[in-house]
């Protein structure tokens, strides 16, 4: 109804695969799991229509089974993550960005050593991805990787990492007859690069109107958190400034899920996925949480009071205000276990 809330939530199509990977291009959706690739017609009501397979064989999931995809000059951008963390792969397919026609015909490797490339999309005709970097190099390497992807590149994974640097004791040496120089020599560096582990997932640039004009032309991606960092790295929606149609640094956007407590961390979300609404708003979600968040800029959708006044109806539909707990005290800090 336009007051920047969802007013329906629907299951619209499911598969025993694991699902990741959803484009909407006009009333076409593209969906991707594991192995399998597929179109959809969008119908009224937003549900979609039967399945067209456009691929079936995709390379195994392994350590990276989270398949996105995008639809760019009548073609298909499929990016496949590595089946290990580091490691030489079987299938040539894997740590790959691959394209195909709209029909899943002339199925190539459009560019070549990216290790879990989630998150990608265009600025001024050019594709930028957020590669995740290498684990188990402790906790400042490997930082994760923004690269200006061409077709036709490599881009160091499985043998190097940042700035082609190789650590011995944790990469294979290069195979089928290449030497580390050659590789080297071959390997795009990337563009900018940002803390170690911080799981960058989707990336979108903004052209909206909504926001500040100094966000026009800015990449947001959502950036999931460490998992093997002792502070822990992301758990925030992050800004990526360009000046000069290149990026310069990360800053935080939307940040506070996760936090110290006692003597450990606290997570308050994961986030997953970002797009924006045609109003020029973001929307980005949190898959641990269940939650999708929308974040407007100028007058909120609802003043505070009026939603905390819903929330009090919700909550006492029978009267009344109040909560009763000890652990409410007069003038004090609410509690970590109340957020």
Same mark, same amino acid.
């Given at each position: 109804?336009?007051?920047?809330?969802?007013?329906?939530?629907?299951?619209?199509?499911?598969?025993?695969?694991?699902?990741?990977?959803?484009?909407?291009?006009?009333?076409?959706?593209?969906?991707?799991?594991?192995?399998?690739?597929?179109?959809?017609?969008?119908?009224?009501?937003?549900?979609?229509?039967?399945?067209?397979?456009?691929? !079936?064989?995709? %390379?195994?999931?392994?350590?990276?089974?989270?398949?996105? $995809?995008?639809? *760019? =000059?009548? /073609? #298909?951008?499929? +990016?496949?993550?590595?089946?290990?963390?580091?490691?030489? !792969?079987?299938? %040539?397919?894997?740590?790959?960005?691959?394209?195909?026609? $709209?029909?899943? *015909? =002339?199925? /190539? #490797?459009?560019? +070549?050593?990216?290790?879990?490339?989630?998150?990608?999309?265009?600025?001024?005709?050019?594709?930028?991805?957020?590669?995740?970097?290498?684990?188990?190099?402790?906790?400042?390497?490997?930082?994760?990787?923004?690269?200006?992807?061409?077709?036709?590149?490599?881009?160091?994974?499985?043998?190097?990492?940042?700035?082609?640097?190789?650590?011995?004791?944790?990469?294979?040496?290069?195979?089928?007859?290449?030497?580390?120089?050659?590789?080297?020599?071959?390997?795009?560096?990337?563009?900018?690069?940002?803390?170690?582990?911080?799981?960058?997932?989707?990336?979108?640039?903004?052209?909206?109107?909504?926001?500040?004009?100094?966000?026009?032309?800015?990449?947001?991606?959502?950036?999931?958190?460490?998992?093997?960092?002792?502070?822990?790295?992301?758990?925030?929606?992050?800004?990526?400034?360009?000046?000069?149609?290149?990026?310069?640094?990360?800053?935080?956007?939307?940040?506070?899920?996760?936090?110290?407590?006692?003597?450990?961390?606290?997570?308050?979300?994961?986030?997953?996925?970002?797009?924006?609404?045609?109003?020029?708003?973001?929307?980005?979600?949190?898959?641990?949480?269940?939650?999708?968040?929308?974040?407007?800029?100028?007058?909120?959708?609802?003043?505070?009071?009026?939603?905390?006044?819903?929330?009090?109806?919700?909550?006492?539909?029978?009267?009344?205000?109040?909560?009763?707990?000890?652990?409410?005290?007069?003038?004090?800090?609410?509690?970590?276990?109340?957020?």
């Amino acid at each position: 109804d336009g007051d920047g809330r969802a007013d329906v939530a629907k299951e619209v199509q499911s598969d025993p695969e694991w699902l990741h990977g959803v484009y909407f291009d006009g009333d076409t959706a593209y969906v991707v799991g594991v192995r399998k690739l597929w179109k959809s017609p969008v119908l009224p009501d937003g549900s979609l229509g039967p399945k067209t397979m456009l691929a !079936e064989d995709l %390379p195994d999931g392994g350590q990276h089974n989270n398949r996105t $995809l995008a639809v *760019k =000059n009548g /073609k #298909i951008y499929l +990016s496949i993550g590595s089946t290990c963390n580091t490691c030489p !792969e079987t299938n %040539p397919e894997n740590a790959t960005m691959v394209t195909m026609d $709209l029909d899943g *015909k =002339n199925r /190539k #490797i459009f560019a +070549s050593g990216l290790r879990n490339t989630i998150g990608f999309d265009w600025k001024d005709g050019e594709m930028y991805g957020w590669d995740q970097s290498i684990d188990w190099l402790g906790d400042d390497e490997a930082r994760e990787e923004i690269n200006l992807i061409a077709e036709g590149r490599r881009y160091g994974w499985p043998y190097l990492y940042e700035d082609d640097k190789y650590d011995e004791t944790h990469l294979p040496k290069p195979q089928k007859g290449y030497t580390l120089a050659q590789w080297r020599a071959e390997s795009d560096e990337p563009r900018l690069m940002h803390t170690a582990h911080s799981a960058g997932m989707q990336m979108k640039f903004y052209e909206g109107a909504q926001f500040p004009a100094a966000y026009r032309g800015d990449a947001f991606v959502t950036l999931r958190g460490s998992w093997n960092r002792s502070v822990p790295s992301g758990y925030e929606v992050a800004r990526v400034k360009f000046e000069n149609g290149r990026p310069v640094r990360v800053e935080p956007f939307v940040s506070g899920f996760v936090r110290r407590t006692g003597n450990g961390w606290t997570q308050y979300g994961r986030l997953c996925g970002l797009d924006f609404l045609p109003d020029g708003s973001m929307l980005f979600s949190d898959d641990d949480g269940g939650n999708l968040y929308r974040v407007s800029y100028g007058t909120p959708s609802a003043p505070a009071k009026d939603i905390v006044a819903k929330l009090v109806k919700d909550l006492f539909p029978a009267g009344g205000t109040a909560i009763a707990s000890p652990d409410f005290r007069d003038g004090g800090r609410l509690p970590d276990w109340t957020s």
